[in-house]
């Protein structure tokens, strides 16, 4: 085996006008440069590739790095930097991260092979963009500090405890049909405005960065010209609603809708 291999990161148009210089510049995975690999004669494909160390993709250290969320991080950071600047300029179809080839004619045997659906799944991507969608649930009694037992007012200790946690009950409660009020809403604005759905599990335990409890995680892929009004929709979708946040990330490249056989690229804002 080579000491390198080649790393893919997405399928573009190739004739796109200023492709070739907007990555003059972009560092990918492993700190290495980034460039295109056309199908070949006659065709409209190109694959963004760059060369990796083989000794960390090659399967038996990639299933070991898999395990590192460290190295996972540092490439998915990478892996998505490219991804963006990229879509920047054109339609881009992700790959799933670290999909590697042992060299650029591989590469071009994949695009050749597959040439079809990835020109199915561009003419389908095009003029679009994704949006983030999530819901939190906050409800009030959670967020007000901890049970005091000794404000019993009268009642006993106990009675005042077990007051208290009835309360944060009530309101947890409230707070998850308000949650579910939010998530008919922005189906409801789905529906109406994006032209694709998709849902991803909600985040619990490290990928739960944000405070609250994240009941909904989805993505729409959107027009581009109707994407700013579906924004300002989604953000009101809580209005009048106690204890649930909307929260709207993006646009991003259409990863969620990218999905093709042997890929599965991950939204920029879900773990590896």
Do not use: C
């Amino acid at each position: 085996m080579s000491d390198a291999v080649a790393y893919a990161y997405a399928v573009v148009r190739h004739d796109v006008e200023g492709l070739d210089e907007a990555l003059a510049d972009v560092v990918g995975v492993a700190g290495r440069p980034v460039h295109l690999v056309p199908q070949g004669p006659g065709s409209g494909l190109a694959a963004v590739v760059s060369t990796v160390p083989a000794q960390d993709f090659q399967e038996s250290a990639l299933r070991r790095h898999l395990e590192d969320l460290d190295w996972l991080e540092t490439v998915a950071r990478a892996h998505h930097t490219v991804i963006e600047r990229l879509s920047a300029h054109t339609t881009v179809l992700p790959l799933r991260l670290a999909t590697v080839y042992l060299d650029e004619d591989r590469v071009r045997g994949a695009l050749r092979e597959d040439s079809e659906m990835f020109t199915r799944a561009l003419d389908r991507l095009t003029g679009h963009i994704e949006w983030g969608v999530k819901i939190y649930v906050e409800p009030r009694a959670e967020t007000a500090g901890p049970v005091d037992p000794a404000a019993d007012d009268g009642l006993g200790v106990g009675r005042a405890y077990l007051r208290a946690r009835r309360a944060q009950r009530h309101s947890r409660d409230e707070a998850h049909r308000a949650a579910h009020q939010a998530a008919e809403r922005v189906e409801e604005i789905g529906e109406a405005v994006a032209v694709g759905h998709a849902r991803h599990r909600v985040q619990q335990g490290q990928l739960a960065s944000e405070p609250g409890e994240n009941v909904v995680n989805d993505a729409y892929l959107v027009a581009r010209e109707n994407a700013e009004a579906f924004r300002a929709e989604i953000l009101r979708a809580a209005e009048g609603l106690s204890g649930v946040r909307v929260d709207v990330t993006g646009p991003w490249a259409p990863y969620s809708f990218a999905t093709l056989p042997g890929t599965e690229p991950r939204a920029p804002d879900q773990a590896p």
